[in-house]
């Protein structure tokens, strides 16, 4: 029994809650300083063989997921929930008891206290829960076989304040748990005009099936005059058994998000593949293409032939390009189009439109977290437990009118868990407005 109990104390100590949360402290800022998650090749060439070899015992290159991490916060949870365990039902008693089983002799021993003796025999004709309403008080009354107790409270249940952080650890814990072994974190790049129904892990570069595929209708990129990217954005749609069943636009921080799967727009990558747009004027026909560049393609149905034959560029972007294009026996026309847009091309009595763009490979990462929303829940209870914990107090009030056989007496006490500076102007303006109410109609002593 003495094992149990000194291990129940151990657990339940603030002394252990101080250690784990120093030492998660302290350990987070190891994780940071020293980069996660890369190789052992990195670690020997930036810190040397030894340092690496240690790094790699402790596992420090996934600190996070480390055994003497997850280690320490297995010790902050025991320690969270045994200390709850242990208190909170003393506080639960407090919140519950029975206030107005309370003797005079008790009141006169609290640190708020104020007695009042009217040597009148006659009843005060005074009804004093108006004073309390008045000052935001609703007392409750209970007759006694010597008088009458009223009873008042506020923010009873602040006292469960810290309980309730205790509680919204556990569940950012939980979700963080949640979101490990179910989740996962990875990245695709999809060229446009593809799709892809796979994603790989940032880990191990393991392929995951996401269930549907995802497809990059377009990606436009907008360029500063120095040639650095300024905004970039994609078109994306998802599909289920070839069916379409959504269309939208992603760019950075305004992801799209499908069956609890998350898509990022992270980045891009240029090829030397361009996507041509060609549509008949007269017919309203229109096809776009994926040609390599300096290779001809053909459009059959209508009798064109085309390709890129140059190009303008700042180093991978392309400017601008130069098209070749023919209808049937027709003379080639070639004409120099800027990049993403649009010129009118008559050849013999047909008229087309064409565009050509460089083709780009829209980079996403990926991001599956279905303990996400129990951290959102015990990031708000935090919230929540944090308020009542600090900012508010439970306040109590007592007002006994006992009858003796020389008078009537009046008792006052209060009591504040915290905040008594507070506690203590509130009682005394109580005070005040009691004695100012009866002053001057009853004799005191």
């Not at 300024?230 to 058994?241: A, H, P």
């Not at 593949?273 to 209508?302: A, C, H, M, Y």
């Amino acid at each position: 029994m003495n094992i149990i109990t000194n291990l129940w104390k151990f657990f339940s100590s603030v002394k252990l809650a101080l250690f784990t949360l120093c030492a998660l402290a302290s350990t987070s800022i190891i994780g940071t300083v020293i980069p996660q998650g890369e190789t052992y090749s990195f670690y020997v060439k930036n810190f040397g063989p030894k340092w690496a070899q240690f790094f790699h015992i402790l596992d420090i290159p996934n600190m996070y997921y480390s055994w003497w991490f997850l280690g320490l916060l297995g010790l902050l949870s025991a320690n969270l929930i045994i200390c709850s365990l242990d208190r909170l039902p003393r506080i639960l008693k407090i919140i519950n008891s029975d206030n107005f089983a309370i003797q005079p002799e008790r009141m006169e021993k609290m640190a708020y206290f104020k007695k009042w003796k009217v040597t009148s025999k006659a009843d005060l004709p005074i009804d004093f829960r108006t004073i309390f309403n008045k000052n935001g008080w609703k007392l409750r009354g209970q007759k006694q076989k010597d008088g009458e107790m009223f009873f008042g409270q506020k923010n009873r249940w602040s006292r469960i304040g810290v309980y309730i952080v205790h509680l919204s650890i556990l569940i950012i814990f939980a979700g963080a748990i949640v979101g490990h072994f179910f989740g996962f974190k990875g990245s695709v790049m999809v060229p446009e005009m593809k799709s892809t129904a796979k994603i790989y892990t940032f880990k191990d570069s393991q392929s995951i099936d996401l269930g549907f595929e995802v497809r990059c209708n377009s990606f436009l990129i907008e360029f500063y005059d120095n040639g650095m990217p300024k905004d970039y954005r994609s078109n994306l749609s998802v599909l289920e058994n070839g069916k379409e069943i959504l269309t939208t636009d992603i760019e950075v921080n305004e992801p799209l998000t499908y069956k609890g799967i998350t898509f990022y727009q992270s980045s891009y990558e240029g090829y030397q593949d361009f996507i041509i747009s060609i549509s008949e004027k007269n017919s309203g026909e229109g096809k776009r293409f994926v040609l390599p560049f300096q290779q001809q393609q053909t459009w059959d149905v209508k009798s064109l032939r085309f390709g890129i034959i140059n190009v303008k560029a700042n180093g991978q972007r392309v400017i601008s390009s130069k098209i070749w294009f023919t209808v049937g026996g027709e003379p080639p026309v070639t004409q120099w189009l800027d990049d993403n847009s649009s010129s009118i091309i008559t050849v013999g009595d047909r008229t087309f439109t064409l565009s050509a763009k460089q083709m780009y490979a829209t980079g996403l990462q990926v991001a599956k977290d279905p303990g996400v929303w129990l951290v959102y829940i015990g990031c708000i209870s935090m919230l929540i437990g944090l308020f009542m914990a600090f900012f508010l107090s439970h306040k109590r009030i007592w007002f006994y009118r006992q009858e003796e056989t020389d008078g009537i007496v009046l008792y006052l006490s209060g009591s504040a868990n915290k905040n008594k500076q507070d506690f203590s102007r509130l009682f005394k303006k109580l005070e005040e407005r009691i004695d100012s109410t009866i002053h001057n109609s009853i004799q005191i002593d």
